[in-house]
């Protein structure tokens, strides 16, 4: 009881104080997850709204697909781009396993089906409603794509922080392809699990305070775009 | 087609237009031909087949059997437009609607400003150009759905119950937008639920029954003295 109030004082006085360790990590942590959901929505949101739009055959099962593998498991998903990535797989020569380079790879991997899945419901949806008014103005294809995707703006930005969230809060695949290395590759799940287990608590903790937090303004921040793009918008 | 100036896509021919959903004929063999500067009012009770109609006039739907033409031709013409019953509105501007369907037909620029300028004051809402369109009130979204064709400057225009679920006065003013977009050159053809609107704007009248054309005559005849049953009927029902 006495460790714990005492970690948590300590912790947030890492917090308020800004604690260089802590900002490293945390710093780190929101640029890898930054730059894999970037990839992500390049590779998810076309991918996504193709599906929805296109008909072709094989689709279903497709999305079935999609829609199980926003549940990949982390560490298989880690696992399979350590063996890519390691001296003797086949992207060994590029020397990327242990950098952030892989950890955002690993990470881009389990969140683009998190962020097509989204997308395809997403735009499917608008497709329903915008399909007879876009053939009626012989909108390309294409046109049709970007459209949607417009048109849907706010809600895929949700998407977008799911994927967000989901990259950020993981542990298992990038503490395998990265290394959990002091000051390269150490984030801020990966901290949280190393200094728990050294005993360091109020550094695991008070990572602990900034990743709930962070998920939360996220989650909250959602919301609130939402709603107000709702009213804005209708 | 005598001394009427040449439109390209005019006249919409159909010939033996069957179309079939879930084992239903929705349109059963229709021919029918749609003239240049025309208002056609296509009328029948619901289920009728109606909107299919509109839809495989506009090239929207493909009929099962038989067969559409655009001026002789078998592909579908660009300058053509269609406003729906429920406005589909795009989440921009009123005018960025208008600006969105221009770019689309390949309108950019200056021309694209003084279309859309010219069009939403055509339906009295220059004032609220800027204003997020889903948000604007059911007449609105319609007048503007309406602004969003007529800057298409298309040769038909093709409107399924747009008044349907617009209070009187609103529907009034869909009517005399119709009317100055016809005035402007442009062929009309309308389904609606109201008679008496199909005798203010209408100049020829298509009757469908169970996806067959019973009627296809002048506008002042077919209220003078319909000649199929089914027709009578239907007047006769509006009537009592």
Known sequence: ?234 | MGDAEAVAGLPIVASGVTLVRRSVRVLDGVDLTIEPRSRTFVLGANGAGKSMLLRVLHGLVAPDAGRVTWGHDTTRPPRQAMVFQRPVLLRRSAVGNIRHALAIAGVRGAEARRRADEALARVCLAAIADRPARVLSGGEQQRLALARASALEPEVLFLDEPTASLDPPSARAVEAIVESIHASGTTIVMTTHSLAQAKRLADTVVFLAAGRVTECTDAARFFRAPRSREARTFIEGERS
Not at chain 1, 1 to 7: G, N, P, W, Y
Not at chain 1, 22 to 37: E, F, K, N, W, Y
Not at chain 1, 120 to 128: F, K, P, Y
Not at chain 1, 164 to 181: H, K, L, Q, T, W
Request: charged letters at 10%.
């Open chain 1, 1 to 234: 009881m006495d460790t714990l109030s005492q970690s948590f004082a300590l912790a947030l006085q890492m917090v308020t104080h800004l604690d260089p360790r802590l900002t490293q990590i945390v710093a780190l942590s929101i640029a890898v997850s930054l730059a894999s959901t970037f990839c992500s929505a390049l590779i998810g949101l076309p991918l996504g709204a193709a599906v929805a739009i296109a008909r072709f055959p094989g689709r279903a099962p497709l999305i079935v697909a999609l829609n199980a593998a926003m549940g990949l498991p982390p560490v298989v998903v880690g696992l399979l781009v350590y063996l890519l990535l390691s001296r003797a797989g086949p992207l060994g020569r590029f020397g990327l396993l242990f950098t952030p380079t892989a950890m955002v790879i690993a990470q881009t991997i389990l969140i683009v089906p998190i962020i097509a899945a989204l997308t395809r419901q997403t735009v499917e949806d608008a497709w329903g409603e915008y399909r007879e008014q876009l053939r009626s103005l012989d909108a390309s294809w294409m046109q049709s794509t970007l459209t949607l995707l417009w048109d849907t703006r706010w809600s895929l930005l949700t998407v977008l922080l799911a994927g967000f969230g989901r990259a950020a809060s993981e542990v298992g695949a990038v503490i395998i392809v990265g290394g959990n290395i002091d000051g390269v590759t150490r984030v801020m799940t990966t901290a949280i699990a190393l200094e728990t287990s050294k005993g360091d608590l109020a550094l695991a903790l008070g990572l602990g305070i900034v990743l709930l937090t962070l998920v939360m303004a996220l989650n909250v921040g959602a919301h609130l775009t939402r709603q107000w793009a709702r009213a804005r918008f209708g």
